[in-house]
């Protein structure tokens, strides 16, 4: 596993896009500090960027930098990041460390510890331990294939290694807490 993880953040450092399974669909993935990284996803996808990539973090604590804490209850905020890893993407008041061309126009920026064992390898070798993210589709359809033709890495999942249904998402703003899928 380990010189596939080398691998793959060799091309991550290098800006590349790569395909990576996820706990819960395959997710596409780059560096989150690369505005021409970032860039490739939105063309590849044919994404609109009023739908912002989402961050992927090793761990709580490689996230937190990209939220503005004091605009969100630490109590609410600690009974969902018990949740992670998982599948479950938090929505927050982004902070100022949240590059602009990840959520342009938005006040929020979205944060996962996803509970792959392979991904957390690569996060754990990438910038920051944090990746940006999306699914690996083109925007409105489901297959992978069309974009995977187009990116330097697609690993397969293992049978069973993910659930094929999205994360669920919530958003946490202040005391107020909304599910959005």
């Known amino acids: 596993m380990q010189s596939i993880v080398n691998k793959l953040s060799k091309y991550i450092l290098s ?29 590849l996808k044919k994404r609109t960027r009023k739908k912002p990539l989402i961050l992927l973090g090793y761990h709580w604590q490689s996230l937190k930098k990209f939220v503005n804490l004091k605009l969100v209850s630490s109590v609410i905020l600690k009974k969902y990041i018990k949740k992670w890893p998982g599948a479950l993407t938090l929505v927050l008041p982004a902070s100022k460390h949240v590059p602009v061309y990840l959520n342009k126009g938005f006040s929020t920026i979205g944060v996962r510890v996803p509970g792959n064992e392979f991904l957390l390898e690569v996060l754990k070798k990438s910038p920051g331990k944090v990746l ?48 959005l899928r």
């Open 132 to 179: 940006a993210s999306t699914s690996a589709n083109i925007s409105g359809k489901k297959d992978v294939k069309e974009i995977a033709q187009k990116v330097k890495l697609f690993v397969t999942a293992k049978k069973g290694e993910m659930s094929g249904k999205p994360s669920k998402i919530v958003k946490v703003i202040d005391n107020k807490t909304t599910i």
């Open 15 to 43: 800006g590349e896009l790569i395909i990576v399974p996820t706990d819960t669909v395959y997710g596409l993935v780059c560096r989150y500090d690369s505005r021409k990284a970032v860039d490739k996803i939105y063309k």
